[in-house]
């Protein structure tokens, strides 16, 4: 079974930055073999995708966080990042990293859908 935990997150003023972590293991394939992503949830609203990145190492990112946020795994550490930088309130919320082994579409890898393993999640909190 494949685990997923994600670290951290925080609070931080907005134009801060905070890097997220999620550390892969479990897996019955190579962890290059999964696609990753990272999702949000803030109160009241829909988990949305934020950024993908697939086995071939293929990067899609949410309109709200491009030029923000950056994606990024590192295959030898069985762990997945996300950079984020300007940070602004409304990027408020729960984050969640998620995998899948192969390669989904690359139009649908926003999708939580088609992702079958998710992390706990960690909360970033930005204040004006």
């Known amino acids: 079974q494949v685990q997923l935990v994600e670290s951290g997150g925080g609070s931080v003023q907005a134009g801060g930055s905070l890097r997220l972590s999620c550390a892969v293991s479990?897996?019955?394939?190579?962890?290059?073999?999964?696609?990753m992503g990272w999702f949000r949830q803030a109160p009241g609203k829909e988990r949305e995708g934020v950024a993908a990145?697939?086995?071939?190492?293929?990067?899609t990112y949410a309109d709200s966080v491009k030029g923000r946020f950056t994606i990024s795994r590192d295959n030898a550490k069985n762990t997945l990042y996300l950079q984020m930088n300007s940070l602004k309130p409304e990027d408020t919320a729960m984050y969640y990293c998620?995998?899948?082994?192969?390669?989904?579409?690359?139009?649908?890898?926003?999708?939580?859908?088609?992702?079958?393993?998710w992390g706990q999640g960690t909360q970033v909190t930005v204040s004006s």
């Open positions: 998620a995998a899948v082994l192969g390669t989904p579409p690359f139009d649908v890898l926003l999708r939580s859908a088609r992702y079958n393993y």
């Open positions: 479990g897996y019955t394939y190579t962890y290059s073999s999964y696609s």
């Open positions: 990145i697939d086995s071939y190492r293929r990067i």
